[in-house]
Structures are given as C-alpha cells and as structure tokens.
C-alpha cells in the first residue's frame, strides 16, 4: 500500500512525551489511506489501484465491534 495520508492520534503524543512507555520501536498514526500497490497471489479482495483504508486494530469479522461495522471498514 502506499500511503497518501495518515491521522495522528491524540495518544501519539504521550509517547513522544515519555507519558507511555511501551516498548519501542512503536508504529504511531492511525486512520492510513493510500492505494493497493501490489497484491499477493490469495489477495481476492483487493487489487492494485484500489483505494484503501488502514485499520487499526484486528478485523475478526466476529466481535460485536465488526459485527456492526459497515463492510466497507471491516
């Protein structure tokens, strides 16, 4: 995927500021989007030059969370 634009998150800051300490390195931002550049060959879903969105937390597609979450998100 490359990314096109990336939300910082109001926790982001905390961890510049030392206020979390969780062990680094941390990947910081949420709320990606970008295009699909490249596919692998089980990928039935998406395809390069699709719009896309970075989720940032594990779709289970199970929990109450996906279950009412709108297709296109989850």
Do not use: F
């Not at 995927?1 to 300490?21: A, E, F, S």
């Not at 680094?24 to 998406?46: F, R, T, W, Y």
């Amino acid at each position: 995927m490359d990314i096109l634009t990336c939300g910082v998150c109001q926790m982001d800051p905390h961890y510049k500021q030392g206020g979390i300490t969780d062990d680094l390195p941390i990947l910081l931002g949420n709320e990606a989007s970008g295009v699909v550049s490249a596919v692998g060959p089980d990928a039935n879903e998406v395809a390069p030059g699709d719009r896309v969105i970075l989720n940032w937390r594990t779709v289970c597609r199970e929990c109450r969370a996906c279950a009412k979450a709108s297709r296109s998100l989850a």
